[in-house]
């Protein structure tokens, strides 16, 4: 479960990925700790989703895509 909490007068995010556990400084504003912490979130379910891209390097993605056709033609 992903919080947000406050230390002295410093705001940071708690949350987990990839069954690691994660704390982050924001800064002195909870509503930009809020923030920071729904981004975190959605970010998190679009890499489970496989919906975020990565960056691939041209030959990488050519390679790729080469032996994707060698195994699926037909």
């Known amino acids: ?16 990925h990839k069954g690691r556990r994660i704390r982050k400084k924001v ?4 509503r930009m700790a809020e923030f920071a912490l729904k981004d975190i979130e959605i970010k998190i379910v679009k890499d489970e989703l496989g919906i975020l891209r990565k960056e691939v390097k041209i030959d990488k993605f050519i390679e790729e895509h080469l032996s994707y056709i060698d195994k699926y033609k037909g």
């Not at 800064?27 to 909870?30: D, L, T």
């Open 27 to 30: 800064g002195k504003s909870k």
């Open 1 to 16: 479960m992903a919080r947000v909490y406050q230390r002295k007068d410093i705001w940071y995010i708690d949350f987990q």
